[in-house]
Each structure stands twice: as C-alpha cells, then as structure tokens.
C-alpha cells in the first residue's frame, strides 16, 4: 500500500466537510440556522445528508467506471454501475430509509472499492484513502438516521 496523492487526500477530506456539516447540524439543529437563513433549509442536517450522500455514491460509482474501465473485465465494470442503481431502486423519499439506504450503499461501494484494488484496478493507495474517508461518511450519515 502506497500513500495517496496530496490532490487525492486533499479533495477527499475536503469532500467529507458537508457530511460532518449535516451530521452536525442534525445532532445541533441550532447550528443550522445561519444557513437556513442564508442559503437554504436543505444545505443542513438530514436533507443535506441525503441529498450530498446520492451524490457522492454515484460519484464514487462513476469512478469505480473509470477504474473499471481501464481493464474492460466485464464483472468489475457491472460491479461500478450498481451504486447508481441503488440509489436508483433502493433510496426512497423518507429521509429515514434514504438514510438507511445510503448506509448499504456506502457500505456495498466499499466491498467494491475491495474488489477493484485486489484485482490491481486500482492504485494501490486507493483502499487506504477509500477506508478513511468511509470511516467518517458512514458515523455521520448514522447519527442522521437515529439522531436527526
């Protein structure tokens, strides 16, 4: 296992900031309100959570393509499409069963993160970073779920 790029790390941990804004705020509904008042409702607790979360899953799935798509194996291509296929079938309305949803899935793009590095289609700093950064998204979309 290598160190991940300064770029890589840098734009990863940056990219947590709003799933611990919305982790926050959820737990400090409080805090919310500045940007409620500024900007929006949705940019805060739950609604944040949900909406960043379906981002992100289908983000990491059209990186997983990328990675994917470097070897045309057929199995490790199918396996890139299905973060946007669960948000697709799996993530409902009620922010509770998104919220749910979106445990699974970061949880399941995990599992493939796995796949792909152990079949050598991905760098070998991919897993460290990917670890790390899912140790955060994971607590804080939790803390949505039971406490938002």
Do not use: K, N, Q
Request: charged share 10%.
């Amino acid at each position: 296992m290598s160190r991940p790029p300064r770029a890589a790390l840098i734009l990863g941990v940056a990219g947590l900031a709003p799933f611990v804004w919305g982790a926050l705020t959820a737990l400090i509904p409080a805090l919310a309100r500045p940007t409620s008042d500024l900007v929006a409702a949705r940019l805060s607790g739950v609604p944040l959570l949900v909406d960043y979360g379906i981002i992100i899953l289908c983000f990491m799935g059209g990186a997983l393509f990328g990675l994917a798509s470097r070897s045309g194996e057929r199995v490790a291509l199918g396996l890139s499409v299905l973060p946007a296929l669960w948000v697709l079938f799996a993530v409902g309305d009620a922010p509770e069963a998104a919220l749910r949803s979106l445990l699974f899935g970061f949880g399941g793009i995990l599992a493939i993160d796995a796949y792909l590095w152990m079949r050598r289609l991905a760098p070998g700093w991919w897993m460290p970073l990917r670890l790390g950064l899912t140790a955060v998204v994971v607590p804080c979309l939790a803390i949505g779920l039971y406490h938002g």
